[in-house]
């Protein structure tokens, strides 16, 4: 029997309503939450690690750079054969595209929370835990990297965004669909994942990167309180295609003059950015002034790289290279 490591960090998933405020708040201890997760002890050996008991929000770079090195550290163990990651999922997209950029790994890493709390009717906690387990314990799961298993769907890190307030099967890769699925406690994959072969290997996070998103008529009033803020990146989820309100245009230069790098993604759901018009503010002028095009990460996850690039280096050929061909010099 495989033993499976769960780490919980907090979230929903570990949440009861507190009749006091009529608000859900972190109360369930993981082993009450394991409890509710009937006869796994039938599947695989459980071992428990308390990390937090935090909140989404409340989740930070440096606590993701803590819990990749305590996860680094497990799986050096020779009796672990993978680990599941519990999170809250208001953060746990940009959680989990952190960990596969820095665990380098054969053993499956999987993340998973809910999406109902503790009191409320259908509360998907053990479900979801129940499916992770059982994907970290398939040996179809070695070697994909970062994976995030919620509602019976398997989806990489790398291609998963929230899309919903609300439903249970909020997770969703909109770009190519998820791996694979949880049926009958078997992970069965239906393809392989875009691949990259490049772990930043990092001490600390380069955490001063600003996320703006544009709208029509804005101007570099928000770029200048970034530059002057001392911020070290920016990403800019761009118009459509890659394109931004002309008065931008300035701002966004002089962050480059002044060795900022500034990472172009689109503000649209699914599609890449390209340099595909020439008028003011467009995405050839944009490439023309030195900016940085993210090919069809959202802003949250285009963020997270540019802070992990800046984490090891501050040479704009390099981050522009890992955004755009893949590589990491």
Not at 67 to 73: A, V
Not at 189 to 198: G, I, T
Not at 249 to 276: F, H, K, Y
Not at 294 to 300: I, R
């Amino acid at each position: 029997m495989k033993k499976i490591a769960v780490i919980f960090t907090g979230g929903t998933i570990s949440m009861k309503i507190d009749p006091r405020i009529n608000a859900a708040i972190p109360a369930l201890s993981s082993e009450q939450i394991m409890a509710m997760v009937t006869n796994i002890e039938r599947y695989a050996d459980i071992e428990i690690i308390n990390f937090s008991k935090l909140p989404g929000p409340h989740m930070t770079p440096e606590l993701m750079l803590e819990l990749s090195n305590l996860i680094k550290d497990v799986l050096k163990r020779e009796d672990i054969n993978g680990v599941v990651v519990t999170h809250g999922t208001d953060t746990l997209e940009e959680t989990a595209f952190f960990l596969e950029w820095t665990i380098n790994s054969e053993k499956p890493i999987i993340v998973v929370g809910a999406m109902r709390n503790g009191s409320e009717l259908g509360y998907d906690g053990p479900s979801n835990l129940s499916a992770a387990i059982c994907t970290a314990i398939s040996d179809e799961s070695i070697n994909k990297g970062v994976l995030v298993v919620m509602n019976n769907e398997v989806n990489a890190a790398t291609e998963v965004t929230k899309t919903n307030t609300l439903s249970l099967n909020t997770f969703k890769s909109p770009e190519f669909g998820p791996l694979g699925i949880v049926d009958n406690d078997e992970v069965i994959y239906y393809r392989d994942k875009r691949s990259h072969d490049h772990i930043l290997d990092i001490e600390t996070v380069e955490s001063k990167v600003g996320l703006i998103k544009c709208g029509a008529g804005m101007n570099s009033d928000i770029i200048d309180f970034h530059i002057n803020s001392g911020y070290r990146g920016l990403v800019i989820e761009a118009l459509g295609r890659g394109n931004v309100p002309p008065d931008m245009l300035e701002g966004i230069e002089r962050a480059i003059s002044q060795n900022i790098p500034v990472v172009i993604v689109s503000r649209c759901p699914t599609g890449r950015v390209l340099d595909t018009y020439g008028y003011l503010g467009a995405g050839k002028m944009l490439r023309n002034s030195g900016a940085i095009f993210g090919f069809n990460l959202p802003g949250q996850k285009a963020r997270m790289k540019l802070m992990l690039a800046l984490s090891v280096t501050s040479d704009m050929d390099i981050i522009r290279d890992l955004f755009e061909k893949g590589r990491f010099k």
